[in-house]
Structure formats: structure tokens, C-alpha cells
């Protein structure tokens, strides 16, 4: 159980592409998700988190207008990186939780890696 | 400031047992997080305490100390396959996760 699935697993596009990044939740509802980034040999640092129906918290240092998050429905949250550069090229990673309190574990999806040309 | 400590590298033979200890300071206490991160790929869950003492989970085993802002996870009969990171979370009174950096677990044969 607790399986979150996150699409595409890897992208490489060219500077100002936008990119969208899916994740889902299978077998449970993700009242909570959480958008990570990790850079190589770094540890996790969370961009922002989302209560579905709710905006999306982001955390400080983190462009709101640069990554859009959409937490329409209980099962699925996206991340958009507008107009992606070089610099935007990470590891991200969502997480979901069944509960907005927090006393679920995190379970994440297996990552996005995204290159910006 | 809020501040989760932990080892940055560990090296372990094949089949012996090692501890991860994790220590932390942080505005409130409402439950600390193991996780296992393959070089990669996406961290994985393995154990949550909330109260003092030794959660046992198969070969892992999670231990917290609240009044010491401590906790270790501890591997037993190490496998190849065990090498990787693992991350330490606490979550503070604000509910809001705080990350260690991990430490890297290497095991040889």
C-alpha cells in the first residue's frame, strides 16, 4: 500500500520550456503532498506543500511564479517549472501524506530528473 | 535554530550490525522519521517513533530518546544491498518536517 506514483521520470528540454511534473497518489488520499528538490550528494529541501483544495506553502527562497503548484483533487498534485533554465536542473521529488496533521509518514514518488539544456 | 545531526559517512562489513545515531534540536517534538534513499532514486520509509523506546521492524530497528534529542536505526545482518543514505526527520510542533543531511551507509564485503 501507500504507493505514489510521479511522471515523467526524466526530462530534458531546452532553456524556457515549461515543464510539468505529475504526481499521484494510487492507493490512498494525499490530503497533504510535498514538492522536494535534491541537488547530487545533497540532502532533500522542501519547496513547498500543498493541502488539496488548498495554495500551495512555499517555503522561503522558493518563486512562486516559477513553480506553480496544483493540488486540485485528493489524489493528484502537480509541479510546473516555468520557463525552466540550467540552473533549474535538479532531482524533484513528491511526497504524499494521508493526513494533514502529519502523524502519516511522508511516502514519495520515485523522482523527476530534470535536465535544462 | 532547528538542527538534526547526524554521521556524514559510516562504512560496515557485510553481515555485522551497524547504529545510525541521529540527535536533534528542534522547536518541538512530534515524532522522528527513518529513511532509506538509494543513490538515485526516491527516499523510502522505514520506521517513525513518536515515544521513547525501540521500534523493531524486521533486520531495522528505530530507538528514540526524547529527553535526549536522541534516536539511532540499527541494521542488523547487513546485506550488499543496504548501502545507501538514510535520512533522519523530525517533525517539530508546527508539524513541519525537518531533514538531516543523511548519512552514507557503505558495506563491504
Known amino acids: 500500500g501507500a504507493v505514489v506514483s510521479q511522471h515523467p521520470s526524466w526530462v530534458i528540454c531546452k532553456s524556457g520550456t515549461s515543464v510539468k511534473i505529475e504526481c499521484r497518489s494510487l492507493?490512498?488520499?494525499?490530503?497533504?503532498m510535498f514538492w522536494y528538490r535534491q541537488f547530487p550528494k545533497q540532502s532533500l529541501m522542501l519547496m513547498a506543500t500543498?493541502?488539496?483544495?488548498?495554495?500551495?506553502?512555499?517555503e522561503q527562497g522558493v518563486e512562486k511564479d516559477k513553480f506553480l503548484i496544483n493540488h486540485a483533487s485528493l489524489t493528484l498534485s502537480t509541479l510546473t517549472v516555468t520557463s525552466a533554465h540550467p540552473e533549474d536542473s535538479s532531482f524533484y521529488i513528491c511526497?504524499?501524506?494521508?493526513?494533514?496533521?502529519?502523524?502519516?509518514?511522508?511516502?514519495f514518488g520515485d523522482g523527476t530528473r530534470l535536465s535544462i539544456l | 535554530g532547528q538542527n538534526i545531526d547526524q554521521p556524514t559517512e559510516m562504512t560496515a562489513t557485510e553481515g555485522a550490525i551497524v547504529q545510525i545515531n541521529c540527535t536533534y534540536q528542534?522547536?518541538?517534538?512530534?515524532?522522528l522519521f527513518w529513511y532509506q534513499q538509494h543513490a538515485g532514486e526516491a527516499p523510502t520509509f522505514l520506521s517513525y517513533?513518536?515515544l521513547d523506546g525501540l521500534e523493531e521492524k524486521g533486520r531495522f530497528s528505530s530507538f528514540l530518546s526524547r529527553s535526549k534529542g536522541y534516536s539511532y536505526l540499527l541494521l542488523k545482518e547487513l546485506q550488499m544491498k543496504d548501502s545507501a543514505s538514510y535520512l533522519c526527520?523530525?517533525?517539530?510542533?508546527?508539524?513541519?518536517?525537518?531533514w538531516g543531511a543523511g548519512t552514507k551507509l557503505i558495506i563491504k564485503p
Open positions: 517513533n513518536v
Open positions: 528542534t522547536s518541538g517534538f512530534n515524532g
Open positions: 500543498s493541502n488539496e483544495g488548498s495554495k500551495a506553502t512555499y
Open positions: 511526497s504524499a501524506s494521508s493526513d494533514r496533521a502529519g502523524n502519516q509518514p511522508q511516502h
Open positions: 526527520a523530525v517533525r517539530d510542533s508546527n508539524y513541519q518536517l525537518i
Open positions: 492507493d490512498f488520499q494525499a490530503t497533504t
